[in-house]
């Protein structure tokens, strides 16, 4: 008394699809200015797979913009040691070439000074005296009645 073998007639998974993405995503992953990449990369999206790709055997021209640039602004800030709100308040354009970073660091500008003792933890003002933010129990405010 064995029943016939019935037809399975469950759903079948759905194959896989490549995901997909935009050249600007990419180009933030592999850390290049989007506008200096070439026309074919910006054209049409990126497979995650290429992605991988052009990670691990990077292109001619990919390894050329990674030494020479122009690089993102935060590859900018990165090799200035500054943050990218910095490179907005000293006024850098949004791309500059390693050429461009090198002659900052040699002129090394006040602004680039200041912004540099900001961002090093453990520098530039101590907690508590900065406008506006609340004294710390090593920095306690002292009243004017009290001297």
């Not at 074919?40 to 001619?60: D, K, V």
């Amino acid at each position: 008394m064995t029943d016939p073998e019935r037809e399975d007639r469950r759903q079948q998974p759905k194959p896989k699809k490549e995901q997909l993405l935009s050249p600007a995503t990419a180009a933030k992953k592999l850390g290049v200015y989007l506008p200096a990449t070439p026309d074919e990369f910006r054209a049409a999206p990126i497979s995650r797979t290429a992605l991988l790709e052009l990670q691990s055997n990077a292109p001619e021209w990919l390894t050329t913009l990674r030494r020479e640039g122009p690089h993102p602004r935060d590859e900018v800030s990165r090799r200035l040691g500054v943050s990218n709100s910095a490179l907005v308040r000293g006024g850098v354009s949004d791309s500059m070439t390693t050429a461009e970073i090198r002659a900052l660091l040699d002129e090394l500008p006040e602004w680039l000074v200041a912004e540099r003792e900001k961002h090093v933890p453990g520098s530039g003002r101590p907690p508590g005296t900065a406008i506006g933010e609340r004294p710390t129990a090593a920095n306690p405010v002292v009243d004017d009645d009290e001297l």
